[in-house]
């Protein structure tokens, strides 16, 4: 586009932005009166041979211009009325006008404004009206019919052209607007489903912490004087705890990025189930015990990181309610997907849905996964979480 046409084209839109802004009947009012400068001149500047102009002239001029103040608010009442008095006007001041003008703007606004059944109605008016009323003037040429004609089919044309660019304008605001709330429903469901992962892996790794030093605390004073070497190695495991929970916490909450890109550990997944299992024996004198049957297969990272805080959870809640002495992890791998199992020999729920928070976190972050959680009694007592999360050959099946 040429530095000129820019130009042109800015102003154009900024003209176009400046009376859709003003006040209707402003601009209606000032379109009448330059209809009706436009009429009279003919009259006062009449060609040669034609009549001067007359009172009664100037009035019905004066009624082909001014019922366009209100073309907008009523625009098929101010078309009849132009209607009417242009035909009045031309017969009653022969020769006809050179252009209806007045007649030129409610065709255009009809196409613009009007319905489908009126525009039809004053366009085929119209044509029969100035093709009746050429007929009143001496000596008319062909070319004033067709230039009659011609140009009240360009105004009516042009109006018609002005109602689809708005209509089509209307559309794509309104889809703008469609897509902007949906942008703004995805961005806080996003936000809401963030939260919620966050909150869960804060809960899964302040539980499991806060659980093994409850064990280790709750031992250390019972053995510090017969003892001092295991004191001193519950002491140790609790801040051991502590230390891995704040290193978890602060890489969820973001505050060490810089740290992760200089080489930062990743959160936890699958490979690190060994290190967690080791770390809650030595801690709370669980027997923990991982078995693992089929091929491993590549996991999204999500789900890697589900794996590991579903263990999590369940070795907590086994910790903190089951009063277990052994549990047993056990990962079945399949082409489509993996089943985690996780079992205890403890005393098993207490009633249906025990384990509170931490079993809807496991539930949560099976589903968002992909996959599905389920936890109760098991086959031979104690407590059984079970889930089923796709690999990443089936992850996209299995979330839809």
Not at 84 to 103: E, F, R
């Amino acid at each position: 586009m040429s530095p000129q046409s820019s130009v042109a084209h800015s102003w154009y839109a900024r003209l176009d932005t400046r009376l859709r802004t003003a006040n209707p009947y402003v601009v209606d009012t000032a379109l009448a009166a330059l209809v009706l400068f436009a009429v009279s001149l003919q009259w006062l500047f009449p060609d040669e041979g034609d009549d001067r102009l007359t009172w009664q002239g100037w009035l019905l001029g004066a009624a082909t211009a001014v019922p366009l103040v209100w073309r907008r608010r009523s625009p098929f009442g101010t078309a009849c009325a132009v209607s009417v008095t242009s035909p009045a006007m031309a017969i009653y001041h022969a020769p006809p006008p050179d252009v209806v003008y007045g007649g030129l703007v409610v065709l255009y606004t009809m196409g613009a404004q009007g319905r489908p059944w009126q525009r039809r109605v004053m366009l085929f008016g119209w044509i029969v009206g100035v093709t009746l009323t050429m007929q009143h003037k001496e000596g008319a040429r062909p070319f004033e019919y067709a230039f009659h004609l011609m140009t009240i089919v360009c105004a009516y044309a042009l109006g018609v052209l002005t109602h689809v660019q708005r209509a089509y304008t209307a559309e794509l605001e309104d889809r703008a607007r469609r897509l902007e709330r949906e942008h703004a429903a995805d961005t806080a469901r996003a936000t809401a489903q963030e939260r919620a992962r966050i909150a869960r892996d804060m809960h899964d790794i302040l539980a499991h912490a806060v659980s093994l030093m409850v064990v280790q605390a709750e031992a250390g004073p019972v053995v510090v004087r017969s003892d001092p070497a295991r004191a001193e190695a519950a002491f140790e495991a609790i801040a051991g705890a502590g230390r891995d929970a704040m290193g978890q916490l602060r890489r969820i909450l973001g505050v060490l990025k810089e740290e992760q890109r200089q080489g930062t550990s990743p959160q936890p997944g699958v490979t690190a189930l060994p290190d967690l299992l080791r770390q809650v024996g030595e801690s709370t004198g669980l027997h923990v015990e991982l078995r693992t049957t089929g091929e491993p297969r590549p996991l999204p990272p999500d789900t890697g990181i589900a794996v590991y805080r579903v263990v999590q959870e369940a070795l907590t809640n086994t910790v903190k309610h089951a009063y277990a002495s052994s549990a047993t992890v056990r990962l079945d791998w399949t082409e489509r997907e993996l089943t985690l199992t996780v079992t205890d020999n403890g005393r098993g729920p207490s009633a249906p849905g025990d384990g509170g928070h931490g079993l809807i976190g496991i539930r949560e972050r099976a589903a968002a996964c992909g996959g599905t959680a389920e936890a109760g009694r098991g086959p031979d007592g104690g407590f059984r979480v079970v889930v089923r999360l796709p690999v990443a050959a089936g992850r996209q099946a299995a979330l839809g």
